[in-house]
């Protein structure tokens, strides 16, 4: 039985395939298209996972796509149409665009892939996350929160898994959504929606949450963790480019500007800003009260979440929680959760957005509308394409670049951790690309965490980016309790894939100052031999040269670039930045063989 899940025209288009059971390969669209958050249909994708299942489209039993598109156009609809004429733009966009390709979804898939009518199911977004969480984990039973900006009409919702059967329990509707309340406060906060949450994540903590009683003028909790918004404060249910209105600036004041570096009196001025401008500590301190403000939506979001969880807690009775919908990226709150409520275990699935959409409709077709038994777990992130040696080699040759092939691992191992020991910050590519927006060790630019002076290293050779994003360790897993406050590191699926935000131990965050936050926490992704051994294996060659088995690990892209998928994409990455050595494989390229272009 081979079945493929779909999503697209919303957030990250994706592709997912199941076969006889098993997920075979899952990948968000924007890696072979090279456009950041690419949401049209994703024709690569599912070329991708069809030749790795070594299939056609023939072979398919069934297509499920991750949403009803007529239920999300009524929704656009009647908001359109109680908001008229404000919302006037919407409604004319709307229409155009909706009755285009994406309310005959139906058609479009038979088109594309040929296959009859019969054949293709659809999911609803929000039983799609849920899905997507639940049949992923190792859990027979659970409670399934699912909380994102919007669905068709869903927001967020409360489920309970139980082997094949998924029931939902409760639901908030649009437009009271906890998403699109962080993304009003991103938009505010001059970051770009659905990419730029996790820099009010990482600005927060540089601020006090000084203005969470404003924050809460937006939205009232009940006791029962539902929750509903001031709509008077927003727009963007009667708006194409604007999320909040003048309301919300005249609580929080005028927004900030987008163009403006973020730094504060504590983060300092990073050198690779450039020159000091003059009213320095002036915009100090205005970002200071961004950072504040930051702050307060940030600690409101855990706070809702909080309540939600202990909600569904009371509410199922059950130990174990799934989380999925974009706030499940809320790796903040997802250490709070774990910490802070009843629940004993977690699950959260990497692409715990919109992309992990295809996968879960696949699961939900799979198991809950075929009622076939579940026999997959998902252990790891590592489900995208995958390049070969003899194909590493072509791409160097072809682009006359010097390499050294190594035939012994454990000889590349030390070379790369000279390298780390040596202050050199690496670009990594090996095995298949990850599924979800993190890197995980195998399109990885690495470095030694131990150095003060690696976070401005990285961001000035590399990265770009301002001091309110931290990196990220990777650290070998049966070590990870060490270094960090995640008592039963090892038994945790979400650490796994970085979406746990956790105290650093105290011996440890001035040893580990270049992957320890302004707070005194980190993002740690445990790594483990059987499902990445020659990460684990560099890891631990790392912990041998130096005592310590942790690295920094950050994403193998250049600012506002997809992660890297092909050697040639990591080739060009490398030649475009301050890399010094690339890693492909089993081959090291060394950055006086490549020329800049
Ligand atoms: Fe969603």
Same mark, same amino acid.
Not at 33 to 41: A, Q, T, V
């Given at each position: 039985m081979n079945i493929l899940g779909i999503s697209c025209y919303f957030h990250d288009a994706a592709a997912a395939l199941l076969c006889d059971g098993l997920l075979v390969a899952a990948a968000e669209e924007e890696r072979f298209?090279?456009?950041? +958050? %690419? /949401?049209? #249909?994703p024709q690569r994708a599912i070329d991708f996972c069809l030749r790795t299942g070594g299939?056609?489209?023939?072979?398919?039993d069934y297509v499920a796509f991750f949403e009803k598109p007529f239920l999300k156009f009524e929704r656009l609809l009647l908001t359109s149409l109680q908001t008229f004429p404000r919302s006037y733009r919407v409604f004319r966009e709307a229409m155009m665009s909706w009755l285009g390709d994406k309310l005959w979804i139906r058609h479009l898939i038979q088109s594309r892939l040929g296959v009859p009518e019969s054949k293709i199911l659809f999911s609803e977004h929000h039983l799609s996350h849920a899905a997507s969480a639940f049949f992923c984990s190792p859990f027979d039973e659970a409670a399934i929160l699912t909380v994102d900006g919007v669905g068709e009409w869903t927001t967020a919702s409360l489920g309970v898994g139980r082997g094949t059967e998924l029931t939902l329990l409760k639901e908030i509707r649009f437009p009271h959504s906890l998403g699109l309340l962080y993304s009003a406060f991103t938009a505010f906060l001059g970051f770009e929606v659905n990419e730029g949450e996790y820099k009010v994540m990482g600005m927060a903590a540089f601020g006090t949450p000084s203005h969470m009683g404003d924050v809460y003028k937006l939205i009232r909790v009940a006791e029962d963790g539902s929750f509903e918004l001031d709509m008077d404060y927003f727009s963007f249910h009667c708006s194409t480019d604007r999320t909040f209105n003048r309301k919300f600036e005249a609580l929080f004041g005028p927004p900030r500007d987008p163009r403006w570096n973020f730094f504060t009196p504590a983060s300092g001025y990073p050198a690779y800003f450039g020159e000091k401008p003059k009213d320095y500590e002036t915009l100090g301190r205005e970002n200071q009260r961004y950072a504040d403000i930051a702050a307060s939506i940030q600690r409101v979001t855990e706070d809702v979440l909080l309540s939600m969880a202990r909600a569904a807690h009371r509410e199922t009775g059950l130990r174990r929680l799934c989380l999925a919908g974009g706030c499940a990226l809320n790796s903040v709150a997802n250490g709070r959760i774990l910490r802070e409520t009843p629940f004993e275990e977690l699950y959260i699935q990497p692409a715990a957005g919109d992309g992990g959409g295809a996968l879960g409709a696949a699961l939900y077709a799979q198991h809950t509308l075929l009622g076939r038994p579940r026999s997959f777990v998902?252990? +790891?992130? /590592?489900w995208g394409e995958a390049h070969e040696s003899w194909a590493i080699e072509r791409c160097l040759t072809d682009q006359n670049v010097r390499y050294r092939r190594y035939e012994d691992e454990g000889k590349l191992l030390t070379r790369v951790v000279d390298g780390l020991q040596a202050g050199k910050v690496i670009g990594w590519l090996q095995g298949r690309f990850e599924w979800g927006p993190r890197a995980l060790g195998n399109r990885s630019i690495l470095a030694d965490p131990?150095?003060? %002076?690696m976070k401005d290293i990285v961001n000035t050779k590399?990265? #770009?980016?301002?001091?309110y994003r931290p990196f990220a360790p990777s650290v070998l897993r049966e070590r990870a309790e060490e270094y960090f406050?995640?008592?039963?590191?090892?038994? +945790? /699926?979400p650490a796994r894939f970085m979406l746990y935000v956790v105290g650093v131990r105290e011996q440890h965050r001035g040893r580990l100052p270049a992957i320890t936050h302004v707070d005194g926490t980190g993002r740690p992704q445990t790594v483990g031999g059987e499902t990445n051994p020659r990460y684990a294996r560099l890891i631990e060659t790392f912990g041998q040269a130096t005592g310590t088995s942790v690295v920094l690990n950050t994403s193998f892209n250049l600012k506002g670039e997809p992660i890297v998928n092909t050697p040639g994409e990591a080739l060009s990455t490398f030649a475009r930045s301050g890399l010094e050595v690339l890693i492909l494989g089993d081959y090291v390229v060394e950055k006086s063989s490549v020329r800049p272009r």
């Open positions: 298209s090279r456009k950041k +958050h %690419d /949401y049209e #249909f299939i056609t489209p023939a072979d398919l998902m252990e +790891h992130a /590592y131990r150095r003060a %002076d590399v990265k #770009f980016r301002e001091p406050e995640l008592p039963g590191a090892a038994n +945790h /699926y």
